[in-house]
């Protein structure tokens, strides 16, 4: 599970040093968590999922800002289809249902997300968006931003949308592990409703 040294591993200087500690701290726990939620979805789904941890190889000069791993029904990829979010950032871990980097279809499934609306308004409260996967920015959903975001998905080039909870690095769940696991299961079961919507 993850601790403050997960966290602390953005705090060091240099692309290598930096690198080298993901692959050392931060990567071992994607896996470990990863599979166990592999398990869970494929039972959900009842189809083979597979599981992608982010190496930033086209990175030459800037440590990454966070990291994250992914979980799809594609063997060699998953930014081209909906897809499950596990990732850290400084100051929180993400768990997602991503649509980024211009997926195939997206208009049609943020159309699809607009007409069902209720299944957006009827997740737990925590529940939080992100428009940018590039950027650290998330914010609880209401009806009004969904729409909004929803929008901008169907009708920008480079519209995104994740859709997930977070974990703050402060959050006292670190100290139970078992509670951070349980919590962040939960979280990939509401999302299955809205990952089956997007398979068409």
């Known amino acids: 599970m993850f601790t403050q040294e997960s966290f602390k591993v ?13 692959r050392e701290e931060i990567q071992p726990i994607f896996q ?5 939620v592999k398990t869970e979805l494929e039972t959900k789904l009842q189809e083979p999922l597979f599981i992608h941890i982010a ?7 800037y440590p990454p800002e966070n990291t994250w791993s992914a979980i799809s029904s594609k063997k060699r990829g998953y930014k081209m289809e909906p897809h499950f979010q596990l990732g850290i950032w400084p100051d929180y ?3 997602y249902l991503s ?3 211009q997926p195939s279809k997206k208009e049609q499934m943020a159309q699809l997300l607009l007409q069902n609306n209720l299944l957006l308004t009827q997740l737990p409260s925590d529940t939080v968006m992100n428009t940018d996967h590039t950027k650290d920015h998330y ?6 931003n969904v729409k909004q975001a929803l929008e901008r998905l169907k009708n920008v080039k480079k519209g995104e949308f994740q859709i ?5 690095r402060d959050s006292q769940l670190w100290q139970k592990p078992e509670q951070a696991l349980e919590y962040m299961l939960s979280t990939y ?12």
């Open 93 to 95: 871990v993400f768990m």
């Open 99 to 101: 649509m980024i980097d």
């Open 189 to 200: 079961r509401f999302l299955v409703p809205l990952y089956q919507l997007l398979q068409f």
């Open 164 to 168: 997930g909870r977070v974990i703050p």
């Open 32 to 36: 470990s968590i990863d599979e166990i």
């Open 55 to 61: 190496q930033h190889r086209r990175r030459t000069v």
């Open 139 to 144: 914010e609880f959903i209401t009806q009004a």
């Open 10 to 22: 953005f705090e060091i200087a240099g692309l290598e040093p930096r690198l080298q500690a993901i």
